[in-house]
């Protein structure tokens, strides 16, 4: 059966002499991989849309559920090039896109997530190198998912705490904490910066002035969770998920 979509590049993967396995996030199927025969042969369009990162008009063939359906076609209805061209840019959005890989199961449908992702590639394409709005569309993100680390307050049993269990993804108190595993203390002011840009919405941050320690403390503290989640998951899953 032949399905037609649209979706964003996440990941491709070299197969064989010429063929590529081509992940995307579609907006009618959720993440999907896909079987693409000879895109790295000769420098056409079809391979050209499959560089990460490209918005594309694409279909596929195969059974509904079928493991590895064969992508058919793949037409650039925007490539995000200038994110491709900055290493910089490129590396900070490949994290993001190694969260959704990680975080969102196969095949399910999050109309919010592909919605969310345009719109954080083409804030990134003009403020990729701010790191207030790389910080609150990280947040974001890791909220669609449901993989947000918790802040406020202790997340067992609700009273004031500092302390950050990566274990837990959570802020505990003294009475529920453990001396198990990686910690991480938190200012007062960092927990109020991440409850603000978990709320207010891009436009608004664009306008904030934040203290630059605050954001490199929160900025810090998310992506030591995310390599944390990331590098379980990885563990869990055989080391697949690179
Ligand atoms: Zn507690």
């Known amino acids: 059966m032949l399905h037609r979509t649209e979706g964003v590049v996440l990941r491709t993967r070299d197969y064989g002499e010429a063929d590529l396995i081509v992940s995307f996030l579609t907006r009618d199927f959720g993440i999907i991989h896909t079987f693409a025969r000879s895109p790295r042969k000769t420098k056409s369009r079809f391979g050209s849309s499959l560089e990460p990162l490209s918005y594309v008009k694409l279909s596929f063939w195969g059974k509904e559920n079928a493991r590895l359906p064969r992508l058919t076609q793949s037409d650039i209805i925007k490539s995000f090039q200038k994110l491709r061209e900055s290493v910089d840019c490129f590396l900070r959005v490949s994290e993001l896109l190694k969260v959704i890989l990680i975080c969102s ?64 993804g959570a802020v505990l108190c003294n009475k529920c ?15 109020r910066l991440y409850d603000c840009l978990s709320r207010w919405t891009i436009e608004k941050i ?36 690179g």
Do not use: W
């Open 206 to 241: 664009y306008r904030v002035k934040t203290d630059d320690g605050l954001i490199g403390e929160l900025t810090s503290v998310i992506d030591s969770h995310v390599k944390y989640y990331i590098s379980g998951e990885s563990r869990q899953a055989g080391g697949q998920a």
């Open 105 to 168: 199961p196969e095949r399910d449908v999050s109309y919010n997530m592909f919605v969310f992702l345009l719109r954080a590639l083409s804030e990134f394409e003009s403020g990729c190198l701010n790191p207030l709005i790389m910080l609150s569309i990280k947040i974001k993100l890791l909220k669609i998912t449901g993989f947000a680390p918790r802040l406020a307050g202790c997340a067992r049993c609700g009273a004031s705490g500092m302390n950050f269990h990566f274990s837990d």
């Open 177 to 191: 904490g453990h001396t198990l595993g990686r910690t991480q203390s938190l200012s007062p002011g960092c927990i």
